[in-house]
């Protein structure tokens, strides 16, 4: 595989050349998508290769649009911007329904012979019919009508929904002895203003730290209402619009539930099945999980005599508190050794090493910030691609941490480009942060290294969606390994974590790993539940939802789902998480744990996994890989190795 011979996009240098390049780009590559669906309608018939071919320039040419739009929308720093890619996207979006509701297409299709066709273009015409029937052009003209304008409608409300998250930057204030327990960077980078008070906002660098530190139980409880309110009342009738034109989407199509409709194109393959798999791990973690939450509420009750539960306010403090105690784990001293720069060069050293990787800086490549970091990516010597790294808060900027793709990578015609959008601070990261940039980077190489296919269809991350984090999940775990993390986390003084550090920080991450799966399940079977059925009172579904699933409790008047985002994206499949974990877990069995980096397994699942993107179900891949199919056998050892601990 190569990629030889092809560039970069050239982005503009500053972000006033943004309004232009986005229009270019968008305008030029929708109206070469809508130039070559005419050819396909002239030149009918044609051969099926044929047909595919063009097709294939089509769905190279909405990506393209749609990729820029999507990343620019959600990090550009100017609000006008943002609002021309969402309506970029907006236009994009609309062309692709109509694409997939145009009956005349759709026969073109029908029409087309299979006979004679390679494995691949088989399987773009085979996924190609799947996905215009799901897009309900067998219909009739005025059902058709009604799918475009709940599909349309949908993306409007999904874009108002996380527009509201991001902008709903929330704060307390409080006086200087309420950062007791925080980091001294912490504090220092939180002055305190004329009227002797500090402000702590809803943002992640702000609240997480706090969250975990923060002494103050008062302080943090007042954070936490803040942080679980962003986006609430305002988001409620948002999220009420959206399930109803997803639920009334799903029925037009003749399924049960958007949750049905969804799981028919993933691993999963049903709705009820969902539902099965959440019971089945929330079963399964049920007895750790308890255990570890009786060691938390006992802590908590030293502090609070007559506590009875521990709720959203306390668990991040508690936990912290017991791993400091019963591990001896000090995030404080763990995170001196996890300097931003450092760990970002670390992070390319290990996956470069991994991978057969390399990566060169390109400071004068134009990016919509300065803060973006970008490099040429090499593989064993050849082009492979671009990525650009965005990794701090900003005002405006997406609030998550997310892969986005720039470009799809295509054998032969454009290079694949693809971008992290993180919020990290700009000096000592946490552990837990450091877990997060090696998972997104994750599917940054995936997206990478699926890249040189000729098919637009199998480009980048384009397997099955709840396959999509078992890749990134798998590379969580050399974030976790000794002898990786001493190759890049130094302190000041140069001296590397010590190898006893890590084996406490496994041991303290191993204790609660019980109540984090629970917690999961929480957001799994709300995610499921919402689509599944109608649901008038939110917030109480929500309470209740949360009281079978997680073994923290909510704090009063807090409104979680008004600020989750995924219910955008992900709709009823918040359970992929989970369902790739069990995967991830079974991956990682065929790596040699005293040599993360012996190459043949190395090589071989870059070759056999990353590399094949979407050009074979992920259950095949995964079989490819392992010799065998994928079992649920070294997820439960990794649930019972948190018995122990
Ligand atoms: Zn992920």
Known sequence: MTNSGLTPLTLPVSPEGWGDWLGQRCGVQLARARAL????????????????????????????????????????????????????????????????????????????????????????????LRDFRRAGVDQDEPTRARLRELSDRELVVDQEFGKNTRDDVRSISVTPDQLAGLPQDYIEAHPVDADGRVTITTEYPDTIPFMTFALDAEARRALVVEFNNRAWPVNDAVLQELLGLRAEHARILGFDSWADFDAEVKMIGRGAAIG????????????????DLAVLLERLQADRPGASVV??????????????????????????????????????????RLFGLSYARVEEAGSWHEDVAVYDVQLEGTPLGRIYLDLHP????YKHAAQFDLVAGIRDRQLPEGVL????????????????????????????????????????????????????????????????????ATDDAGEAIPEELVAKMRAGEDFGK?????????????????????????????????????LFAQVEGTHFHASFGHLGGYSSAYYTYMWSLVIAKDLFSAFDREDLFAPETARRYRDTILAAGGNKDAAELVTDFLGRPYNIEAFSTWLQEALVC
Not at 311 to 334: G, L, N
Not at 434 to 453: D, S, Y
Request: charged content about 25%; aromatic content about 10%; proline content about 2%.
């Open 311 to 352: 709720d959203r306010a306390d668990s991040a403090f508690y936990k912290e508190v017991v791993r400091r105690e019963r591990f001896d784990v000090d995030a404080q001293q763990v995170r001196r050794y996890f300097e931003f720069a450092k760990v970002r060069q670390g992070l390319l050293d290990v996956t470069g």
């Open 421 to 488: 959008v993180c919020n990290f601070g700009r000096g000592l990261m946490e552990h837990s942060d450091v877990v997060t940039l090696f998972h997104e980077f994750g599917h940054l190489v995936h997206h990478l290294l699926a890249g040189c296919h000729p098919w637009a269809r199998f480009s980048g991350v384009a397997t099955e969606w709840d396959f999509v984090e078992a890749p990134s999940q798998l590379l969580e775990e050399w974030a976790w390994d000794a002898s990786v993390l001493r190759s890049f």
């Open 394 to 397: 900003r005002e405006g900027k």
């Open 514 to 550: 019980g109540c984090f799966v629970r917690t999961q399940m929480f957001y799994a079977a709300l995610s499921y539940r919402l689509h599944k059925e109608p649901v008038a009172d939110i917030t109480a579904f929500v309470r209740e939802i949360q009281a079978a699933y997680d």
């Open 37 to 128: 669906v005419a050819v396909i309608k002239d030149t009918h018939p044609a051969a099926a290769d044929t047909l595919l071919a063009d097709w294939n320039e089509v769905s190279i040419a909405m990506g393209n649009a749609m990729s820029a739009a999507s990343l620019i929308s959600q990090v550009h720093p100017q609000e006008e911007l943002r609002s021309q890619a969402e309506t970029a996207e907006q236009e994009g979006h609309k062309l692709s329904t109509d694409l997939a509701l145009d009956r005349d297409l759709f026969e073109i299709f029908v029409a087309a012979d299979p006979t004679g066709l390679d494995e691949g273009a088989a399987r773009v015409l085979h996924l190609a």
């Open 276 to 291: 099965e798999f959440i019971d089945q791990i929330t079963a399964a973690s049920d007895e750790s999980g308890r255990r």
